[in-house]
T-cell receptor, first 114, second 112 residues
């Protein structure tokens, strides 16, 4: 158990509304990631963080922003949700002592945008 | 842009059969991981391969990294219903940031 909690686990919202997903970790890991998972696409990186207030874009960052004001929390925000952002969102951490690429994932947040 | 092509995308077999899942790319990866995911849960790391030609075994699962570090395979011997799930390969480039490129995934169903 890597101590990762995602909230909310399920959310239904309407097009144009803002949405924030939260990832909380309890073990002070430096690196945190947000991925989205869609059928036929595997997982795709949205944004990642390598420390407090240090973030960078992934391959599908358009329409998303992130913030990391403290080590334990990494927030993903959809400023104005669209139907194309309906997906399952996974937070992940890279645990200390593990090789790069060895990520531990949360249980996911299923977002439906109507 | 780095891509990982995973095949087959779906596999339905009987208990006791053997199977192989392939993960191919035209890009070189510094490491490659295999994950397994069950419905409603996040992916769980199975193995990491780093060296070209490397072979790792995890009980009935055998993982191989290609000599050129562009491809990998997962072979399951005598599959069991408990092996049912989504198998994902993921590669990391040379950036050392943990940014992974995932294959599309292989959904495996093992029928008793």
């Amino acid at each position: 158990d890597a101590g990762i909690t995602q909230s909310p686990r399920h959310k239904v919202t309407e097009t144009g509304t803002p949405v924030t997903l939260r990832c909380h970790q309890t073990e002070n890991h430096r690196y945190m990631y947000w991925y989205r998972q869609d059928p036929g696409h595997g997982l795709r990186l949205i944004h990642y963080s390598y420390g407090v207030k240090d973030t960078d874009k992934g391959e599908v960052s358009d329409g998303y922003s992130v913030s990391r004001s403290k080590t334990e929390d990494f927030l993903l925000t959809l400023e104005s949700a669209t139907s194309s952002q309906t997906s399952v969102y996974f937070c992940a951490i890279r645990a200390t002592g593990y090789n790069t690429g060895e990520l531990f994932f949360g249980e996911g947040s299923r977002l439906t945008v109507l | 842009t780095q891509l990982l092509e995973q095949s087959p995308q779906f596999l339905s077999i009987q208990e006791g059969e053997n199977l192989t899942v392939y993960c191919n790319s035209s890009s070189v990866f510094s490491s490659l991981q295999w994950y397994r995911q069950e419905p409603g849960e996040g992916p769980v790391l199975l193995v990491t391969v780093v060296t070209g030609g490397e072979v790792k075994k995890l009980k009935r699962l055998t993982f191989q990294f290609g000599d050129a570090r562009k491809d990998s395979s997962l072979h399951i011997t005598a599959a069991q219903p408990g092996d049912t799930g989504l198998y994902l390969c993921a590669g990391e480039g040379s950036s050392n940031t943990g940014k992974l490129i995932f294959g599309q995934g292989t959904t495996l169903q093992v029928k008793p």
